[in-house]
């Protein structure tokens, strides 16, 4: 594996200088959520360095808590070589930004604005594990340029003669998913190709300026994927990748 500098690797920031080259409006944000459904089906290695804690639990604390950075930082840190990540493993990582001391007081504001920048270091954090995961991550650009050099930022599937996704799943022009299984016998979506869906609605309607209560997300998830996403999942992705003023218009409704 190489290190940090070889030119085989891009940061963060590389990724997104190639991005913009083929797409202008393309935001951070959205790159993020293109390299975390790319990385978790495989199509983009990465690797970076693994944190290590002293003791393999969750810590259970939100990271939207100011103490989420601190038990991480004081309970852990990065061991020192580059190993590879696994897509196995991306599917339970999502990024995770620092807010620097100019951002939004508001802590979840800031973190917000955070993912929307290109700040250092670039971090993964744990779903299950509720902590950090991997520092200074890092994207083979072969990968990169052969994913994007004839795609939208936000598309999901396989381009580039590809294998095909074994959930079925394929996307309109716009990128956002849709089901090519037989409308009788829907196949269930799978947890990252949902989130990944969700991440793309938030960032969509962020741009338009626009909130979403939680019952008018279970109603968009019931029109794009009818019978397909089950709402104990809806809410569990809506309590994990909503901006914190989303929730305040009521987290749950009553079930259908």
């Known amino acids: 594996m190489g290190s940090a500098s070889d030119s085989t690797w891009w940061t963060l920031g590389e990724v997104v200088k190639w991005v913009h080259a083929i797409d202008p409006a393309a935001t951070v944000w959205q790159i993020r959520i ?8 495989g199509r983009i290695r990465s690797h970076g360095r693994r944190w290590v804690y002293r003791y393999d639990r969750p810590l259970w604390i939100d990271h939207g808590d100011r103490r989420f950075v601190l038990f991480s930082d004081e309970y852990g840190g990065p061991q020192s070589s580059f190993e590879a990540i696994s897509a196995y493993e991306w599917k339970d ?51 990169v340029i052969r994913e994007w050099s004839q795609a939208s930022p936000l ?22 998913l849709v089901s090519r299984m037989p ?26 300026g626009e909130t979403s209560s939680g019952e008018k997300d279970w109603q968009a998830v019931k029109r794009q994927f009818p019978g397909r996403v089950r709402r104990t999942l809806a809410r569990a992705v809506r309590d994990e990748c909503a901006p914190a003023e989303w929730k305040k218009q009521g987290r749950r409704s009553p079930p259908n």
């Open 93 to 143: 990582l999502t990024f995770f930004a620092r807010p620097t001391p100019e951002m939004d007081r508001q802590y979840e504001v800031a973190l917000e604005q955070a993912l929307a920048q290109l700040v250092s270091p670039v971090e993964l954090r744990s779903l299950s594990k509720h902590r950090l995961a991997w520092r200074d991550v890092e994207f083979w650009c072969a990968d």
């Open 34 to 41: 293109g390299l975390e459904g790319r990385c978790a089906s």
């Open 183 to 208: 409308t009788s016998r829907p196949a269930p979506l799978s947890a990252p190709d949902f989130r990944s869906w969700y991440k793309e609605r938030v960032a969509e309607l962020i741009e338009r």
């Open 155 to 176: 598309a999901t599937q396989n381009e580039g003669g590809g294998e095909p996704r074994s959930d079925a799943v394929g996307t309109t022009a716009g990128g956002s």
